[in-house]
């Protein structure tokens, strides 16, 4: 990465979030002319702080760039209780609104990119895939890392049919974090930094891991209907979701429109792993031959 100091503007806002009077913390930086527009979207019970270097990384590699990154509701600074959603509704919403942000500061020739990890390639792809649902701005690509088709260690202990028991009776009921920081990634330094960050609860409510797992489910056969250009980074060491069921994922997509890069000994953060720099610079390298393709 280009070493040189770049200067950008940062604007935070608050979005109201579509459950309960929450409101959504919203962060825009932008360089340059809006050529590209990122819109970063992060994964279960972490926040948007945590991708920081990567964002930094965007801001310095292109001329012209935007980047928007938000805290989910019950995440980071975001309100609504921690770790807990009411309806997988309620993130699909929310990332409708940002995307109407982000929509509303873009030049007519501003091509966005969808940048999302774990949890939110789950929120993304519901929002694109799922009937249910419309999303109306256009994408030029999209890009996921270690997304959650299927999650592996969301239940904890807890079978599903207990899960559904436990949601009718306390949907608020705190599931325990059975994984930590060096589950995620194998640099001990962002490992220590997601255990000791005090805006990363160390638990799960019950009806957030019920609609998690119920939203995975519903999106797990539709890669048929995805018609934009996507890169899938899977972490083939990942121990938060399942590798095989995103590649399964992958396969169903146009060959022309997927491209999928698989990292063997990597673990799920692969934007916080040892060797981060080199998969920024692959994003980087995606991203420029999709602007190409566009001309």
Do not use: M
């Given at each position: 990465m280009n070493a040189r100091a770049v200067s950008y503007t940062t604007e935070d806002i608050l979005l109201?979030?579509?459950h309960g009077g929450a409101e959504l913390f919203v962060r825009f930086q932008a360089r340059g002319?809006?050529?590209?527009?990122?819109?970063?979207?992060?994964?279960?019970?972490?926040?948007?702080?945590?991708?920081?270097?990567?964002?930094?990384?965007?801001?310095?590699?292109?001329p012209d760039v935007a980047v928007t990154t938000f805290d989910n509701i019950g995440h980071g600074r975001s309100g609504g209780?921690?770790?807990?959603?009411?309806?997988?509704?309620?993130?699909?919403?929310?990332?409708?609104?940002?995307?109407?942000?982000?929509?509303?500061?873009?030049?007519p020739e501003t091509k966005t990119f969808i940048l999302a990890h774990s949890l939110g390639g789950l929120i993304t792809l519901t929002a694109l895939l799922d009937t249910a649902y419309g999303y109306p701005f256009a994408i030029a690509g999209l890009v996921f890392s270690s997304p959650c088709i299927r999650p592996r260690t969301i239940l904890a202990s807890a079978s599903r049919p207990l899960l559904l028991r436990l949601d009718l009776l306390t949907p608020k009921l705190?599931?325990?974090m059975i994984y930590t920081g060096k589950d995620l990634t194998r640099d001990p330094e962002r490992a220590n930094d997601f255990d000791t960050d005090t805006l990363i609860p160390k638990f799960l409510s019950v009806r957030m891991a019920k609609e998690v797992v119920e939203a995975a489910d519903r999106i797990?056969?539709?890669?048929?209907?995805?018609?934009?250009?996507?890169?899938?980074?899977?972490?083939?060491?990942?121990?938060?979701?399942?590798?095989?069921?995103?590649?399964?994922?992958?396969?169903?997509?146009?060959?022309?429109?997927?491209?999928v890069i698989q990292y063997p000994d990597h673990y799920h953060e692969l934007w916080n792993e040892v060797d981060?720099?080199?998969?920024?610079?692959?994003?980087k390298g995606w991203v420029g031959r999709k602007l190409k393709e566009i001309k």
């Open positions: 109201p979030s579509s002319r809006r050529r590209i527009h990122f819109l970063l979207v992060h994964g279960a019970v972490e926040h948007s702080g945590r991708h920081a270097e990567f964002i930094d990384y965007l801001l310095r590699s292109f209780t921690r770790a807990y959603v009411e309806s997988f509704r309620d993130y699909v919403e929310d990332f409708r609104t940002v995307g109407e942000f982000v929509h509303s500061k873009n030049d705190h599931l325990p797990v056969g539709l890669s048929y209907y995805l018609r934009i250009p996507s890169l899938f980074l899977v972490a083939g060491a990942d121990k938060i979701v399942d590798p095989a069921s995103t590649l399964l994922f992958s396969h169903g997509i146009d060959k022309h429109l997927a491209e981060r720099q080199d998969i920024f610079a692959t994003v």
